[in-house]
Every structure is written in C-alpha cells, then in structure tokens.
C-alpha cells in the first residue's frame, strides 16, 4: 500500500483521515523548518538572527512533537508530502522582491508573514489533535495544551518581528 494514504489501523476511517490530516501538516512543518532556518542564517549576528534562530529550534522540536504523535498514532510519514514541502520551499527564495540581486526589505517581511501563518496553522493543527485527544489515548492533552501557549508566543513574537519589518518597508518607500 506504498504511496496511498491509508494508516495503520485503517480500519478506523477517523484515524485514515487524520493521517492525511498530519502528513499535510508534516509537510507545512517541513518547508516552515527551513524558512525559519535560512531567515534565521540570513540574520546571523543581529537581534533578529537571535530570535530567528530561538524560533527555528523551537520549529524544529514543534516538527519533532507532531512526528511522535504520528508514530503513537500508527501514521505513516508520507515523504512525497514531506519532499515536496521541501521543494517548494527552495523554489519560493526566487519570489520576486523588488530587486534583482539582493534582498530587499520587502524579502524579510514577506518571510514574516509566511511564518506567522505557518504558525498559525500549526496551532490550528494543535488544536484539532486536543479534540482527537479525547478519542485517542496516546495523545497526552497537557502536552498538546503546551504546544497550542507556544505557538501563541511564537506569533506574538514574529508579528512584532513584522511589524518592525513593515515599518522598513514604508520607511524605504518614503525614501524613493
């Protein structure tokens, strides 16, 4: 069954469905990964590099988080899903940015605002697993209850992070 979707314990077509569910998620977690971390790269050495590279190593152990549940779940990682989240990360650093060789300050708040919604959508995945919670024993409600206040921190932070981003951007505006 290599390639299908179907989970173990696919006799339970919830627990089908949630497989698909966290495979999508895997992979959103996947491509996120890297923006953070190549933003976090990018700024190395400043105040933004620091809080880049504290979120991307949380990212990393939200992502970590998501794959064990998966795994006490009986969900099998996807990695067409996962290498293609991969991809499209790599594909979207050749978004068009104002500038041909360089970056702008339009690159950061566009990263930004691409990881703030990735954030958001991991709290939105948190919060489903706190539902299934009820229904699958192996899924620990407190945890999940620490993953879904961490991504409120994580996109209390980035939306500051933003919003000094966006206040770049109409200053550079202001001076052409």
């Given at each position: 069954?290599?390639?299908?979707?179907?989970?173990?314990?696919?006799?339970?077509?919830?627990?089908?469905?949630?497989?698909?569910?966290l495979?999508?998620?895997?992979?959103?977690?996947?491509?996120?990964?890297?923006?953070?971390?190549?933003?976090?790269?990018?700024?190395?050495?400043?105040?933004?590099?620091?809080?880049?590279?504290?979120?991307?190593?949380?990212?990393?152990?939200?992502?970590?988080?998501?794959?064990?549940?998966?795994?006490?779940?009986?969900?099998?990682?996807?990695?067409?899903k996962?290498?293609?989240?991969?991809?499209?990360?790599?594909?979207?650093?050749?978004?068009?940015?104002?500038?041909?060789?360089?970056?702008?300050?339009?690159?950061?708040?566009?990263?930004?605002?691409?990881?703030?919604?990735?954030?958001?959508?991991?709290?939105a995945?948190?919060?489903?697993?706190?539902?299934?919670?009820?229904?699958?024993?192996?899924?620990?409600?407190?945890?999940?209850?620490?993953?879904?206040?961490?991504?409120?921190?994580?996109?209390?932070?980035?939306?500051?992070?933003?919003?000094?981003?966006?206040?770049?951007?109409?200053?550079?505006?202001?001076?052409?």
């Open positions: 069954m290599a390639g299908d979707d179907r989970t173990a314990g696919s006799d339970d077509p919830g627990l089908a469905l949630l497989g698909i569910y495979n999508d998620h895997l992979a959103g977690a996947t491509g996120g990964t890297e923006l953070f971390r190549r933003a976090a790269r990018h700024h190395r050495g400043t105040e933004l590099g620091d809080t880049l590279g504290r979120l991307a190593a949380e990212i990393v152990e939200d992502r970590g988080a998501l794959l064990d549940m998966m795994a006490a779940l009986g969900i099998p990682v996807r990695q067409y996962v290498c293609a989240a991969w991809v499209v990360e790599k594909v979207g650093r050749f978004k068009p940015n104002g500038r041909l060789l360089q970056r702008s300050p339009l690159s950061d708040l566009v990263e930004l605002e691409a990881m703030w919604l990735g954030v958001a959508g991991k709290a995945g948190w919060r489903t697993l706190r539902v299934a919670a009820s229904r699958y024993d192996c899924l620990e409600p407190h945890r999940l209850d620490e993953l879904i206040a961490r991504t409120s921190e994580q996109a209390e932070t980035l939306e500051r992070l933003r919003m000094d981003a966006a206040a770049e951007v109409v200053a550079a505006t202001a001076q052409s």
